[in-house]
């Protein structure tokens, strides 16, 4: 099975600053990744699909980016608001893995 | 307004069973696929299960195979897990999901959870 990493674990980041995230599978997936954001408490929520697409009503400071193995998060300012856990999953086929989590604090 | 409303959970001894059940509305059901995805205390997010729009296709996590059967009713808008064999890792909140496609893709929406506990 695919196995789904990603990197950091957790960061601290001044508001205003950018945050970036990445997302490794261990096999090709060519553009088959989603990322969540997960506030504390709360229901997982889609931020973007088919690595760069944004989910409608997500705000347009975060971008998906790559493909094949290598996918990164960018929130290009960071917001109070984004205080969260973001995970990475694959979406190309069972097993629809998820990777390990972001958490995502301010500094 | 697609809604996803979770029940059956509970606290249950290991080797015991419990029965999930997701009640779905707001969208046309059998179309898309449905998956369970659970959340230990303090954990990551796993996935547990996955059935196409049709039924006909079927997948789960190595964890729980041989032990959990996912199943749709498309006539009542229903998907259900059937936990045997519960042991305490299955501890967590288990989420019904709405996938994008008919057979894969993301989960664009999520239910609120119900929690199971399994516990002596």
């Known amino acids: 099975d695919i196995q789904m990493t990603q990197s950091p674990s957790s960061l601290s980041a001044s508001v205003g600053d950018r945050v970036t995230i990445s997302c490794r599978a261990s096999?090709?997936?060519?553009?088959?990744l989603a990322w969540y954001q997960q506030k504390p408490g709360k229901v997982p929520k889609l931020l973007i699909y088919?690595?760069?697409t944004l989910q409608s009503g997500v705000p347009s400071r975060f971008i998906g980016s790559g493909s094949g193995t290598d996918f990164t998060l960018t929130i290009s300012s960071l917001q109070p608001e984004d205080v969260a856990t973001y995970y990475c999953q694959k979406c190309n086929g069972a097993p629809f893995t998820f990777g390990p989590g972001t958490k995502v604090d301010i500094k | 307004e697609v809604q996803l409303v979770e029940s059956g959970g509970g606290l249950e001894q290991p080797g015991g069973s419990l029965r999930l059940s997701c009640a779905a509305s707001g969208f046309s059901f059998s179309t898309y696929a449905m998956s369970w995805v659970r959340q230990a205390p303090g954990k990551g997010l796993e996935w547990v299960s996955g059935?196409?729009?049709?039924?006909?296709?079927?997948y789960y996590a190595d964890s729980v195979k041989g032990r959990f059967t996912i199943s749709r009713d498309n006539s009542k808008d229903t998907l259900h897990l059937q936990m045997n064999s519960l042991r305490v890792e299955d501890t967590a909140v288990y989420y019904c999901a709405k996938m994008s496609g008919s057979y894969y893709g993301e989960i664009d929406y999520w239910g609120r959870g119900t929690l199971v506990t399994g516990s002596s």
């Open positions: 088919a690595a760069s």
């Open positions: 059935i196409s729009g049709s039924g006909g296709s079927i």
């Open positions: 096999q090709v997936i060519g553009n088959y």
